[in-house]
């Protein structure tokens, strides 16, 4: 298990995923925790990139709930279709918000979130959580983040 990451800052955000994800990997192989390994993603996330926030939320009966994360305090309980989380839950798909003011039903957890992206967790077909992440910034999610975050969560056993 790696117990230190490499952050590299300098190079293009493609090339710092291509330089964590093999880190992540390295930290999670061979451990069979779920929260251990969800929390230890969302650190080396946060540290790489120095999100506004960064964590999972977990399908627990009708609702999405708070699981590990980096970052301010955090709405603990979301329902199917509400906020971002909600509706990438409910049409299980990734979504992309590049400013969070201009999206329908936002649940604006922190006021210094400006944009998000959230990708759905599956085990088979079946959505059993989020990775969200936020910025203060705008615009600060693309296609790149999607990619490689997908690679990220496919890491995780399920």
Known sequence: MAEDLIIIKTESKEEQYQSLIPQIEALIRGEDDLTANLANISAALKEQFDWLWVGFYLVKEDELVLGPF????????IKLGK????KA?????TIIVEDVDKFPGHIACSSASRSEIVLPLFSGDVVIGVLDADSA????FDETDKVYLN???NLIQL
């Open 89 to 93: 839950w409910q049409d299980a798909e």
């Open 151 to 153: 690679q990220i969560i």
């Open 137 to 140: 910034d705008l615009s600060q």
């Open 83 to 86: 906020g971002v989380c909600g």
């Open 70 to 77: 980096q970052g301010p305090v955090a709405c603990t309980r």
